[in-house]
């Protein structure tokens, strides 16, 4: 605190200290960045790009080829939805043993996808790990992306989707109410407020970053955009103790929201009585499953996003190795899960349960099993190896495997439990259509094209934060024990 | 008629700012002080003496809201309006009403914590006096500013910004309405 009142006052006052505070270099933030340079560099990935089709081509190439591809497989499924509304679900594989197909398991797998954003922004806040920062607005859109493409599943494979709003209580003049006994009214009040809060999270996190877009906007209209979504949001110290406190308490009420998404999910499965659904184990095990896909897709977004726009300063190796360390861990816990679905199976004696649990390693279904088996369990442990968690290329192998684990998981839950139930005269198997194929690989493009969107007019970084990451480092520089942590 | 908001001062760091703010209350505790800063600044409610806010508050009242509207909502429907006998079970099968009451006490909650915080901020606003003030558009970026508001009549324009020019700001403008 070198300043004294009675230095003359001049335009580089705060070079008394050398200007400017900077950065020191920490493992989650490179050093020698600035407020100014963290605002400018993040802003700047928004405000300074664009130009026209023929002449940004040559610099904007792979966004704009990858937007182009991706939103033609956002029409395709738009186009898919149609037909299916006129025609109905008998465009999917799905027949009487096996009514949830592919919409189920895909359903299951997209809102999995959508937890660890929220795990990174609500339980890392509270815990106060500050690898956070860079990390957890693009994971956030990841998780508001991935639960609203989930929302759309069950109401794609309904019989008559045009009455999806039945679930929902409201006065009606059928005198009507929902069933608040059926897990499957819990998930629609699970997904809507997930997907609320989310949002609201989200949009929380963003308003002084759209201030400071709205600040540096040159253009007329998005200065006008981004200040109407600012709000008017000026910086004030009274705002600012609401906004953290407003923050914080939103981060403490999705913390529990998270788990309880995951575990109402699971109860739509475990409440039923059919061998492989009904177990108590179902709960944590979704939850572990759901942060591991979530964290494979957090990786999997993190790679591109770092390489592309330069961001290896603010998403480092570090990040990526933390985020490694918990896609091990949790599959290590996914991997408990199968072990105990296995131990359950025999030590009950129940014939069911038992032929369930053959029918897996040696059905139909089998290759699936041992493929997720092998994605799922087996290819994560080459994480407890240091230099692979830092191999950028390795890593984005091992996430796309297990992202790929992830969804033959969830479509061997759904499918290969109800094939064969109690009766064998009921017995029939699911081959996938076109159809199913289509919907899944459309939604996947829908993803794809809301977060290059989302990159391209949203900071896909937390400005804000950055700027309090960059004292914080700075103070721990000053006073010797910045190395520490 | 004064037309005048306030005096701006621009400082270039967080702890030039407090470090400002503080000795000021100490010396004139009846001023009336903003602060604006690019991110929420370590010990800056301390050092303006701000008060609890409102929104621990809201928020409880929002959860306990949710949860026991939504918890009535289900009795109600399931044991008032539509009563269906399932093999004479009891009608209030209050544990399967959880699940909906928990998720709708969340939304309670955090719906409450957002709509509070942006009233007691009176947002959305779009024009704001300081707004006018040059170079605040760097308060989103690298700039941290205190503003001392024109309510204290005994304190000319002048006199004010020798005040923050010595308190280490490097630059003072005139806020007007």
């Known amino acids: 605190m070198a300043e004294s009142p009675t230095i003359p006052a001049g335009p580089r006052n705060a070079a008394d200290r050398g200007g400017p505070e900077v950065s020191a270099p920490v493992p989650v933030l490179a050093g020698g960045w600035t407020d100014a340079g963290v605002t400018d560099k993040i802003a700047g990935l928004i405000l300074n790009r664009g130009g026209s089709w023929l002449s940004g081509w040559d610099r904007h190439w792979r966004w704009r080829s990858a937007l182009l591809v991706s939103f033609s497989g956002a029409l395709i ?50 815990l106060r790990q500050r690898w956070r920062t860079s990390i957890n607005r693009y994971a956030e859109a990841m998780t508001l992306f991935a639960a609203g493409i989930a929302g759309l599943f069950p109401i794609l494979h309904l019989g008559r989707p045009w009455f999806a709003y039945w679930l929902l209580p409201y006065p009606n003049r059928m005198e009507l109410w929902p069933q608040w006994r059926s897990p499957l009214v819990w998930d629609i009040f699970a997904i809507a407020t ?36 600012a709000l008017g949001w000026r910086g004030d110290a009274r705002h600012w103790d609401r906004y953290e406190t407003a923050y914080l308490l939103l981060a403490g009420l999705a913390t529990p929201l998270v788990v309880s998404v995951h575990t109402v999910v699971s109860l739509d499965f475990a409440i039923g009585n059919t061998p492989g659904y009904h177990s108590t184990i179902f709960p944590p095990y979704f939850v572990a499953g ?28 570090r990040h990526l190795d933390l985020a490694a360390c918990v896609m091990l861990a949790c599959s290590l816990f996914v991997a408990y899960g199968y072990l105990a679905e296995i131990f359950t199976a025999y030590y009950s004696g ?16 089998a290759p699936v099993y041992w493929a997720y088996i092998g994605c799922n369990v087996l290819a994560p442990q080459c994480l407890w190896w240091r230099r692979l968690r830092r191999c950028v290329p390795a890593l984005l192998a091992v996430s796309l495997v297990i992202n790929a684990g992830m969804w033959m998981e969830r479509f061997l839950i759904v499918v290969q439990s109800l094939h064969r139930d109690f ?7 699911f081959v996938p259509t076109l159809w199913d194929w289509t919907f899944l690989l459309g939604s996947i493009a829908l993803f794809v094209w809301l ?7 949203l900071p896909l970084i937390s400005m804000a934060e950055m700027r309090g990451l960059v004292h914080e480092t700075a103070e721990e520089a000053r006073s010797g024990e910045g190395k520490a942590r | 008629m004064n037309s005048q908001y306030g005096t701006l001062g621009q400082f270039a760091t967080p702890d030039a700012l407090l470090q400002a703010i503080r000795q000021l209350r100490r010396e004139s505790p009846a001023m009336q002080l903003e602060a604006y800063t690019p991110y929420a600044v370590e010990g800056l409610s301390a050092a303006l003496g701000l008060k609890r806010n409102i929104v621990p508050a809201a928020t409880l009242a929002g959860g306990v809201l949710g949860g026991l509207g939504g918890f009535l909502m289900q009795w109600y429907a399931a044991v008032v309006s539509y009563p269906v006998n399932i093999g004479g079970r009891p009608l209030n099968s209050w544990p399967m009403f959880i699940p909906a009451a928990f998720e709708l006490a969340i939304l309670g909650a955090a719906l409450a914590a957002v709509a509070s915080m942006l009233v007691a901020n009176g947002l959305p606003r779009l024009y704001h006096p300081i707004f006018n003030a040059a170079h605040f558009n760097l308060a989103t970026r690298d700039q941290y500013f205190l503003c001392i508001r024109a309510d204290a009549a005994e304190h000319s324009f002048e006199t004010i910004s020798k005040k923050l020019m010595e308190l280490g700001a490097h630059t003072v403008v005139e806020v007007r309405e």
């Not at chain 1, 979530?294 to 603010?314: E, N």
């Not at chain 1, 009766?423 to 198997?429: A, E, H, K």
């Not at chain 1, 977060?451 to 007019?457: E, H, P, Q």
Request: charged content about 10%; overall charge positive.
């Open chain 1, 77 to 126: 499924l738009l186009a898919a939805s149609t037909w299916l509304f006129m025609r109905g679900v008998g465009l999917f594989g799905v027949n009487i043993p096996v009514a949830w197909g592919f919409a189920l398991g895909n359903f299951v797998w997209w809102i999995g996808i959508g937890h660890a954003g929220t795990f990174i922004s609500a339980i890392l806040l509270l």
């Open chain 1, 290 to 317: 759901a942060l591991f896909s979530g964290f494979a897709m957090v990786v999997t977004l993190a790679i591109p996003i770092r390489h592309y726009l330069q961001l290896q300063d603010f998403i480092t190796l």
């Open chain 1, 194 to 229: 997930y997907l609320l809060v989310s949002l609201l999270f989200w949009y929380v996190g963003l308003i002084p970053d759209l201030a400071s877009l709205r600040d540096k906007a040159r253009r007329r209209s998005r200065q006008l955009l981004y200040g109407l979504l």
């Open chain 1, 350 to 365: 129940d014939p069911y349960e038992i032929a369930m649990t053959q029918d897996r390693f040696t059905g139909v279904y």
């Open chain 1, 423 to 429: 009766l064998p005269s009921s017995w029939d198997v």
């Open chain 1, 451 to 457: 977060f290059l969107m989302f990159v391209r007019y």
